[in-house]
């Protein structure tokens, strides 16, 4: 079954403690992305690479950071230099810039 | 500066009455655009895009690049259709998104 998968649904974090966000694809897409949902605000991008290897910041990338090492795998992590984590995270994917993105359910995190 | 605009967070309708959701972008190239739904409990799922020129659940957008507007229209709203609408612009290897709109159908 093809999709994009985000774990956890639900994570909570105490305060100064970093946590890694987990999205995964088997749609062969080259592109993945990290936003940022808050309500009022829409999706902000966080971060997002065109292929392995490579990655860019998005509008709101500080206090976070990702790695992508295998083109199914594109993991987030907050820091604690974050100052405001507490959010609901979406990944996506896309085969290339011109087509439709694919969303995970994406993991509401909760600072504590 | 890329951008897109939704101007209202909430739009509440009747059911069968027309609906339209306004969505406008500034962009300098030529952009590709989009309208995704978000339905409760849902992931975002893709309704409809300018390039294909479908009609998808009876929602129609059209491009006018003269305005830089896309808005989102549909002649008779149902009940279903409850729910948050994002228009998104794609350009420049990235994928913008406006702030969303609910829209309730209300019986």
Known sequence: DGGITQSPKYL???????????CE???????????????????????????????????????????????????LTVTSAQ?????????????????????????????V | AQRVTQPEKLLSVFKGAPVELKCNYSYSGSPELFWYVQYSRQRLQLLLRHISRES??????????????????KPFAQEEDSAMYYCALSGFNKFYFGSGTKLNVKP
């Open chain 2, 56 to 73: 998808i659940k009876g929602f129609t957008a059209d491009l006018n690049k003269g305005e830089t507007s896309f808005h989102l229209k």
């Open chain 1, 83 to 111: 100052k405001n984590p507490t959010a609901f995270y979406l990944c996506a994917s896309r085969m290339d810039t011109d087509t439709e993105a694919f969303f995970g359910q994406g993991t509401r995190l909760t600072v």
């Open chain 1, 12 to 22: 909570f974090r105490k305060e100064g403690q970093n946590v890694t966000l987990s």
């Open chain 1, 25 to 75: 694809q088997n749609l062969n897409h080259d592109a993945m992305y990290w936003y940022r949902q808050d309500p009022g605000q829409g999706l902000r991008l966080i971060y997002y690479s065109q292929i392995v290897n490579d990655f860019q910041k998005g509008d709101i990338a500080e206090g976070y950071s990702v790695s992508r090492e295998k083109k199914e795998s594109f993991p």
